[in-house]
């Protein structure tokens, strides 16, 4: 749970809807099919839906900064460094300008690509 104070009281925020609000930034780059499992030992990694963001997003407060780690499936012929830039740039602005929390790293992990 993140917490933020201000004059008028107290917003906690689960890492639940973090994630949700994070997944749908992120799929919603081009180029980005969908989420991967960050659990490999799950076996098979399969495109997730919008309900199960938090299994491909993992979140760390450092600092009072938000790292966040992202798992994604991407499309076969795009170029992966603009994928990773678009997602990173995207990711941050929502999560600070929807959350008020400052954004420290995004790390985007290519699990699979998809033809």
């Known amino acids: ?12 925020i689960s890492y639940g ?23 490999m030992s799950d076996g098979i990694i399969s495109i997730l839906k919008q309900e199960n963001y938090e299994k491909g997003i993992r979140v760390d407060v450092v600092n009072e900064k938000l790292n966040i ?6 499309l076969y012929g795009v170029n992966l460094a603009a994928i990773a830039d678009s997602i990173t740039h995207k990711v941050r ?9 400052e954004v420290g790293e995004v790390t985007v992990y290519v699990d699979s690509m998809k033809v």
């Open 69 to 74: 780690d992202l798992h994604i499936v991407a």
């Open 1 to 12: 749970m993140l917490n933020i104070e201000n004059k008028y009281g107290s917003i906690h």
């Open 93 to 101: 602005y929502t999560v600070e300008e929807q959350t008020g929390f």
């Open 17 to 39: 809807v973090l994630a949700n609000l994070v997944g749908v930034a992120t799929t919603a780059c081009y180029g980005v099919v969908g989420m991967s499992s960050r659990n």
